[in-house]
């Protein structure tokens, strides 16, 4: 190569290197080491620490707990949260209130804790380029206030727990300055202690600040803000902008404004003009945004000074979309939508706070898809720009709460803190496309003048901005003013129902809604519906390796430990998992088949807080557990989902069985004459009868397709079946349901007696080697578990939060090979065969017989107790075998066909060598069961 050539290629890539690094040099990160000391007795601010030299590394982003700074946690502390006074009181609890062994079982327990002021200090370089130029500092993410001082000069402060703080820096001059940052994350306004934007409850109460820490330096004239109001009728987008302006430099000027390849629209600006309000034409054809479809559309403004000294550029990224309302529904671009949403309650247990990166909130996003789910619910806080860019792409509806879950109209701060919180959120995120819906508060509590702040605050929204839905809370209350209301009536469980409820009370079927529940002619949204608890999974406990510990998870295994239960900590998990999907199916079926907007599921994934609400498909780390997969949520949860509306769920051979067919349609457009194809199988998946319905899809809940029917009188021995309607490209969605001969055996025979009692001439015979069934059904004494209330479905939130509202338990665990079960089909968890044989049982607790016996119909307790519950066992006393169990096997029989047939296998069963109890107990101890 010849030394001209050399010099060529030397100087195009200085060239070139110059070129890249440009960018670069008007941003500069402050990522990295920093300098700190806490501020335990709030004196910095008098002391001026800010022109003084902070000696204590620390690295931002992040949080100073995750660092090692703070106390370890104890019952001194002074958590922001409420309901955890029975940690205080209760003796189970006593060995984890000591300071070496502190354990909190309500919520995950922080490595380090501490609130109060913390100091942040770090020596930047404001570059030579840099003079004259428009300097800001930006701290995306901080918990909670800030206060920052350049050397020994007060800038400002913020407040925010939404939206980026962002300072003014211009006034430095180049050269070297001290950038002193105090972070204060008390509880700085009346937000709630129980908001997930500030509670220890979920994301804790963190110090620091995180996501992007940068100093970025441009035009002194510049674009300060653009808000884009898509107009889909006219094909055009409203813009509004707001010049900022720094210095002397001379303001006025031009703006071009590009879309695409789209026409520019060049405009100029005066010296006096701030705020300036453009019509932009989409073109013929825009494309609009919407789940199906996430085309985006890129806004640029550049703006040129009068005499080019100057020049500013910003892109915008938006969707032409419009939301409305249509009777019972959402719209979105004039299509009705159903929400099948989810929440996120700033549940990120590795650093305490949300992740500020799209691939993060990509994966999320990407999760709740595979479920079948198109919505998200930011429960009393509002997620970063990533959140918000992520959902753009994915095709997401959000609904964001303005931090808040308190009391309102009451003249507190909080009154003030939600008018300026929400105009940060809307003008930080508010041309986002996903954010579909905004609330200014969980549960809002208040007197009087609640209603009328509430009224207020939508009013000024819906008149300020159309872009998105407005609605007085999540939960209530149903104003006029609402666009839409957040309702909790319209769901299987009830706070407070108990067994009473729907799902719990009633025998299972698949033909009820919520209609009747719906009382008002706007779009209903149903609240924080499911709320269906699953066991720990102890093996989760090795995932928490950041700032928030799993601590609670190490109490409620020393209470299985307690009872011997340890082994069947893995065997509870999958049981009461299943149970846990077959909850979540009736719920969002039965939303499915009424006509309102959608439902908001509490939750997906875990909720670690408020008591531990183990309610989640998934951890709390979105991955999910081993007993369910997103393909099968999604055959429930989706855009287009078939129904079967069956009136129960166990049949007589004798009968014929009928089910009606619906297909609930919000796909991306209506379809004719759809095949709908439907089976029956029973065991080895053969098939018993099939065919094909067609129905017409309109964008609606109750597609009618047709009836299905099928003779049953070739079933002669007891079996399970399964409807299967699928749609082929479209969805697929199955029910089991049992079928049992009319005519059965349920006499004992002469080799088996059947009481009530062990009286002393029972007790002598079982000794000597007769055969007993026991039958205890309504003699439980409250001690030995009567007062433990048993439902069909698993534990509503957790018993620690709702202070012991039943069912306390979570389905049963049996072992479905036991010859026990030959002629009563059954899986090893709760199906709804067994609805009225748990309806009519009492626990027994058996926490005074061999640590080796094992139930043959086990309950799964409560974690918070733990207690080894059966409501069928098998033992041996003396030469004699005997079963007791709580099931009501003698009443309605006729009517109680899933009682009947357990009856009736039971007793084949005791008729045969296979029983052999290998376990021995003493009468006593049964007797010490029952009244």
Same mark, same amino acid.
């Given at each position: 190569?010849?030394?001209?050539?050399?010099?060529?290629?030397?100087?195009?890539?200085?060239?070139?290197?110059?070129?890249?690094?440009?960018?670069?040099?008007?941003?500069?990160?402050?990522?990295?080491?920093?300098?700190?000391?806490?501020?335990?007795?709030?004196?910095?601010?008098?002391?001026?620490?800010?022109?003084?030299?902070?000696?204590?590394?620390?690295?931002?982003?992040?949080?100073?707990?995750?660092?090692?700074?703070?106390?370890?946690?104890?019952?001194?502390?002074?958590?922001?949260?409420?309901?955890?006074?029975?940690?205080?009181?209760?003796?189970?609890?006593?060995?984890?209130?000591?300071?070496?062994?502190?354990?909190?079982?309500?919520?995950?327990?922080?490595?380090?804790?501490?609130?109060?002021?913390?100091?942040?200090?770090?020596?930047?370089?404001?570059?030579?380029?840099?003079?004259?130029?428009?300097?800001?500092?930006?701290?995306?993410?901080?918990?909670?206030?800030?206060?920052?001082?350049?050397?020994?000069?007060?800038?400002?402060?913020?407040?925010?727990?939404?939206?980026?703080?962002?300072?003014?820096?211009?006034?430095?001059?180049?050269?070297?300055?001290?950038?002193?940052?105090?972070?204060?994350?008390?509880?700085?306004?009346?937000?709630?202690?129980?908001?997930?934007?500030?509670?220890?409850?979920?994301?804790?109460?963190?110090?620091?600040?995180?996501?992007?820490?940068?100093?970025?330096?441009?035009?002194?004239?510049?674009?300060?803000?653009?808000?884009?109001?898509?107009?889909?009728?006219?094909?055009?987008?409203?813009?509004?902008?707001?010049?900022?302006?720094?210095?002397?430099?001379?303001?006025?000027?031009?703006?071009?404004?590009?879309?695409?390849?789209?026409?520019?629209?060049?405009?100029?600006?005066?010296?006096?003009?701030?705020?300036?309000?453009?019509?932009?034409?989409?073109?013929?054809?825009?494309?609009?945004?919407?789940?199906?479809?996430?085309?985006?559309?890129?806004?640029?403004?550049?703006?040129?000074?009068?005499?080019?000294?100057?020049?500013?550029?910003?892109?915008?990224?938006?969707?032409?979309?419009?939301?409305?309302?249509?009777?019972?529904?959402?719209?979105?671009?004039?299509?009705?939508?159903?929400?099948?949403?989810?929440?996120?309650?700033?549940?990120?247990?590795?650093?305490?706070?949300? $992740?500020?990166?799209? @691939?993060?909130?990509?994966? #999320?996003?990407? =999760? &709740?898809? *595979?479920?079948?789910? /198109?919505?998200?619910?930011?429960?009393?806080?509002?997620?970063?720009?990533?959140?918000?860019?992520?959902?753009?792409?994915?095709?997401?509806?959000?609904?964001?709460?303005?931090?808040?879950?308190?009391?309102?109209?009451?003249?507190?701060?909080?009154?003030?803190?939600?008018?300026?919180?929400?105009?940060?959120?809307?003008?930080?995120?508010?041309?986002?496309?996903?954010?579909?819906?905004?609330?200014?508060?969980?549960?809002?509590?208040?007197?009087?003048?609640?209603?009328?702040?509430?009224?207020?605050?939508?009013?000024?929204?819906?008149?300020?901005?159309?872009?998105?839905?407005?609605?007085?809370?999540?939960?209530?209350?149903?104003?006029?003013?609402?666009?839409?209301?957040?309702?909790?009536? $319209?769901?299987?469980? @009830?706070?407070?129902?108990? #067994?009473?409820? =729907? &799902?719990? *009370?009633?025998?299972? /079927?698949?033909?009820?809604?919520?209609?009747?529940?719906?009382?008002?002619?706007?779009?209903?949204?149903?609240?924080?519906?499911?709320?269906?608890?699953?066991?720990?999974?102890?093996?989760?406990?090795?995932?928490?390796?950041?700032?928030?510990?799993?601590?609670?998870?190490?109490?409620?295994?020393?209470?299985?430990?307690?009872?011997?239960?340890?082994?069947?900590?893995?065997?509870?998990?999958?049981?009461?998992?299943?149970?846990?999907?077959?909850?979540?199916?009736?719920?969002?079926?039965?939303?499915?088949?009424?006509?309102?907007?959608?439902?908001?599921?509490?939750?997906?994934?875990?909720?670690?807080?408020?008591?531990?609400?183990?309610?989640?498909?998934?951890?709390?780390?979105?991955?999910?557990?081993?007993?369910?997969?997103?393909?099968?949520?999604?055959?429930?949860?989706?855009?287009?989902?078939?129904?079967?509306?069956?009136?129960?769920?166990?049949?007589?051979?004798?009968?014929?069985?009928?089910?009606?067919?619906?297909?609930?349609h919000f796909g991306k457009e209506q379809?004719?004459?759809?095949?709908?194809?439907?089976?029956?199988?029973?065991?080895?998946?053969?098939?018993?009868?099939?065919?094909?319905?067609?129905?017409?899809?309109?964008?609606?809940?109750?597609?009618?397709?047709?009836?299905?029917?099928?003779?049953?009188?070739?079933?002669?021995?007891?079996?399970?079946?399964?409807?299967?309607?699928?749609?082929?490209?479209?969805?697929?969605?199955?029910?089991?349901?049992?079928?049992?001969?009319?005519?059965?055996?349920?006499?004992?025979?002469?080799?088996i007696t059947v009481t009530e009692a062990?009286?002393?001439?029972?007790?002598?015979?079982?000794?000597?080697?007769?055969?007993?069934?026991?039958?205890?059904?309504?003699?439980?004494?409250?001690?030995?578990?009567?007062?433990?209330?048993?439902?069909?479905?698993?534990?509503?939130?957790?018993?620690?939060?709702?202070?012991?509202?039943?069912?306390?338990?979570?389905?049963?665990?049996?072992?479905?090979?036991?010859?026990?079960?030959?002629?009563?089909?059954?899986?090893?968890?709760?199906?709804?065969?067994?609805?009225?044989?748990?309806?009519?049982?009492?626990?027994?607790?058996?926490?005074?017989?061999?640590?080796?016996?094992?139930?043959?119909?086990?309950?799964?307790?409560?974690?918070?107790?733990?207690?080894?519950?059966?409501?069928?066992?098998?033992?041996?006393?003396?030469?004699?075998?005997?079963?007791?169990?709580?099931?009501?096997?003698?009443?309605?029989?006729?009517?109680?066909?899933?009682?009947?047939?357990?009856?009736?296998?039971?007793?084949?069963?005791?008729?045969?060598?296979?029983?052999?109890p290998l376990v021995t107990v003493r009468?006593?101890?049964?007797?010490?069961?029952?009244?």
């Amino acid at each position: 190569m010849n030394t001209h050539v050399r010099i060529k290629l030397i100087l195009l890539a200085a060239i070139m290197t110059i070129h890249i690094a440009v960018p670069a040099q008007n941003r500069i990160s402050l990522a990295g080491k920093w300098q700190f000391r806490i501020d335990r007795d709030d004196q910095g601010i008098k002391q001026q620490w800010y022109t003084q030299q902070l000696k204590d590394p620390v690295k931002l982003p992040g949080a100073m707990q995750s660092q090692g700074y703070g106390d370890e946690p104890s019952v001194n502390t002074k958590w922001i949260g409420d309901r955890f006074e029975a940690f205080l009181k209760e003796e189970k609890y006593a060995p984890y209130r000591k300071d070496d062994n502190f354990k909190f079982p309500f919520w995950l327990t922080p490595q380090k804790y501490y609130m109060g002021a913390a100091w942040y200090q770090k020596v930047i370089n404001i570059p030579q380029q840099w003079a004259g130029k428009h300097i800001s500092l930006t701290l995306e993410r901080c918990h909670w206030g800030t206060t920052v001082y350049t050397d020994n000069q007060l800038i400002g402060a913020d407040s925010s727990l939404a939206t980026p703080h962002i300072y003014d820096l211009s006034h430095l001059n180049p050269g070297k300055h001290t950038l002193t940052i105090r972070v204060d994350n008390r509880y700085l306004s009346e937000v709630g202690i129980n908001a997930h934007s500030a509670s220890d409850q979920t994301q804790g109460t963190w110090n620091g600040i995180a996501g992007d820490i940068v100093l970025e330096a441009g035009s002194p004239v510049f674009v300060k803000q653009v808000q884009v109001y898509p107009d889909i009728l006219n094909k055009n987008i409203q813009l509004k902008i707001i010049l900022g302006h720094t210095g002397n430099a001379i303001s006025a000027g031009s703006l071009s404004l590009s879309v695409g390849q789209l026409p520019a629209l060049k405009r100029s600006f005066s010296n006096n003009d701030s705020i300036l309000a453009f019509t932009y034409s989409m073109g013929d054809r825009p494309v609009l945004w919407d789940e199906f479809n996430h085309t985006l559309y890129q806004l640029t403004v550049q703006l040129q000074t009068a005499d080019r000294k100057n020049s500013d550029s910003k892109k915008i990224s938006f969707g032409m979309r419009n939301v409305g309302t249509a009777n019972s529904k959402i719209t979105v671009n004039n299509h009705p939508v159903f929400l099948r949403g989810t929440l996120e309650c700033a549940i990120f247990p590795l650093t305490g706070y949300p $992740p500020t990166d799209t @691939a993060a909130w990509a994966r #999320i996003f990407r =999760i &709740i898809k *595979a479920h079948g789910l /198109n919505h998200m619910r930011f429960h009393s806080w509002c997620p970063p720009e990533a959140a918000f860019t992520a959902a753009d792409h994915a095709g997401v509806y959000l609904s964001v709460e303005v931090d808040c879950w308190a009391r309102v109209g009451d003249g507190l701060s909080v009154d003030n803190f939600l008018y300026e919180e929400s105009n940060r959120i809307i003008a930080a995120y508010g041309n986002h496309p996903s954010f579909l819906m905004m609330v200014p508060t969980n549960e809002p509590a208040g007197d009087k003048n609640r209603d009328p702040y509430l009224a207020a605050f939508v009013k000024y929204w819906k008149d300020k901005d159309k872009r998105r839905l407005y609605s007085a809370g999540s939960g209530w209350p149903a104003i006029a003013e609402n666009d839409y209301h957040v309702l909790p009536e $319209p769901r299987i469980q @009830a706070w407070g129902e108990g #067994i009473q409820s =729907i &799902i719990n *009370a009633r025998a299972p /079927n698949s033909q009820f809604n919520f209609k009747e529940k719906i009382k008002d002619n706007k779009p209903v949204v149903a609240h924080e519906i499911g709320q269906w608890c699953v066991y720990p999974d102890f093996t989760e406990r090795k995932k928490y390796t950041g700032l928030l510990q799993a601590r609670n998870f190490d109490i409620f295994y020393d209470f299985m430990k307690r009872e011997h239960l340890q082994s069947q900590a893995h065997d509870f998990l999958m049981a009461s998992g299943k149970l846990q999907a077959l909850c979540y199916k009736a719920d969002i079926e039965a939303g499915m088949r009424t006509d309102y907007a959608g439902y908001q599921l509490l939750d997906l994934h875990d909720f670690p807080g408020q008591g531990t609400a183990l309610v989640g498909i998934l951890d709390p780390f979105w991955n999910s557990k081993p007993y369910f997969t997103p393909a099968a949520f999604h055959r429930f949860s989706s855009a287009t989902v078939p129904l079967a509306v069956i009136s129960k769920f166990t049949w007589k051979n004798s009968e014929v069985f009928t089910a009606a067919v619906q297909i609930a349609h919000f796909g991306k457009e209506q379809l004719r004459k759809v095949p709908v194809k439907w089976k029956i199988t029973g065991k080895n998946k053969r098939v018993i009868a099939n065919g094909t319905l067609y129905a017409d899809l309109d964008l609606k809940n109750d597609n009618q397709a047709g009836n299905i029917s099928c003779k049953l009188s070739g079933i002669s021995k007891a079996e399970k079946l399964n409807l299967e309607i699928i749609l082929d490209g479209l969805g697929a969605n199955d029910w089991d349901f049992w079928v049992y001969p009319d005519t059965l055996n349920v006499q004992p025979g002469t080799d088996i007696t059947v009481t009530e009692a062990l009286t002393p001439a029972i007790s002598a015979k079982l000794e000597a080697g007769a055969t007993i069934l026991l039958l205890l059904n309504n003699k439980i004494t409250e001690k030995k578990g009567a007062s433990i209330k048993t439902g069909m479905s698993t534990i509503f939130w957790n018993t620690a939060w709702t202070e012991g509202q039943p069912p306390h338990t979570l389905g049963i665990l049996c072992d479905p090979v036991s010859p026990l079960f030959n002629d009563f089909p059954t899986e090893y968890y709760s199906n709804w065969q067994w609805w009225d044989i748990i309806h009519t049982a009492q626990p027994m607790h058996l926490d005074n017989f061999p640590a080796e016996l094992k139930p043959s119909v086990q309950l799964i307790d409560t974690w918070y107790e733990a207690r080894k519950l059966g409501i069928l066992f098998e033992a041996r006393v003396g030469k004699g075998k005997i079963v007791v169990t709580s099931i009501d096997l003698q009443h309605d029989l006729d009517t109680r066909l899933a009682a009947r047939q357990l009856y009736h296998s039971l007793l084949s069963y005791m008729h045969t060598k296979a029983f052999n109890p290998l376990v021995t107990v003493r009468p006593e101890q049964i007797q010490e069961l029952y009244k």
